[in-house]
């Protein structure tokens, strides 16, 4: 079945850089776009950002831009997220997820999602 | 950026009855509505996308309706696991954006 598998995810200090990764299993990698979605502490879903499935596009949410780079090792099967000049607003849980119909655009809907890895951007 | 209004905020219900869900959008999304149950502790999961088609594996007590600016989700007859967090998402227009999300607690 589909498996996404986040990890990275730790503590580090404001404007360091963190790179988070997806392992992902259970389907053509290469079929599919992929997202980074975060949650905020007991707050709601903010999409992050997002690469097609022939990796020709990536978008980023205006919150992320310029500062966080979404990347893929199709050897591995492995989604990336770097994350550079970290602020204390961009602590949140950070979930991978597949988009959820094959092709190359994307269908905007986010099916299956992985369990999350937390990032805390704290002093 | 689309924003999406999700009311009420907080429904309290019991087993066995009708949950009624809403979500309202700043402009029209077309149908390029989905909405995704996340319980605590857990990652959210795609019901409905498209406004209206059940998810792969999402039980028919679950159905979405509405096109435009307003949508709703509808669960026939709550079961003790439904009780959760909803959220709306459109695509309609990039970026893809959610609601504030629905708390569906027991009554």
């Known amino acids: 079945q589909v498996r996404l598998v986040e990890s990275g995810g730790g503590v580090v200090q404001p404007e360091r850089s963190l790179r988070l990764s997806c392992a992902a299993s259970?389907?053509?990698?290469?079929?599919?776009?992929m997202h980074w979605v975060r949650q905020a502490p007991g707050k709601g879903l903010e999409w992050v950002a997002v690469i097609w499935s022939d990796g020709s596009n990536k978008y980023y949410a205006d919150s992320v831009k310029g500062r966080f780079t979404i990347s893929r090792d199709i050897s591995k099967n492995t989604l990336f997220l770097q994350m550079n000049s970290l602020r204390a607003e961009d602590t949140a849980v950070y979930y991978c997820a597949r988009d959820q119909r094959g092709g190359t655009h994307s269908s905007g809907w986010f099916d299956p999602w992985g369990q999350g890895t937390l990032v805390t951007v704290s002093s | 950026e689309i924003v999406l209004t999700q009311s009420p905020a907080t429904l309290s219900l019991s087993p066995g009855e009708r949950a009624t869900l809403s979500c309202r959008a700043s402009?029209?999304?077309?149908?390029?509505l989905a909405w995704y149950q996340q319980k605590p502790g857990q990652a959210p999961r795609l019901l409905i996308y498209d406004a209206s088609n059940r998810a792969t594996g999402i039980p028919a007590r679950f159905s979405g309706s509405g096109s435009g600016t307003d949508f709703t989700l509808t669960i026939s007859s709550l079961e003790p696991e439904d009780f959760a967090v909803y959220y709306c998402q459109q695509r309609s227009n990039w970026p893809p954006t959610f609601g504030q999300g629905t708390k569906l607690e027991i009554k």
């Open positions: 402009q029209s999304v077309d149908n390029y």
């Open positions: 259970g389907f053509t990698f290469t079929s599919y776009g």
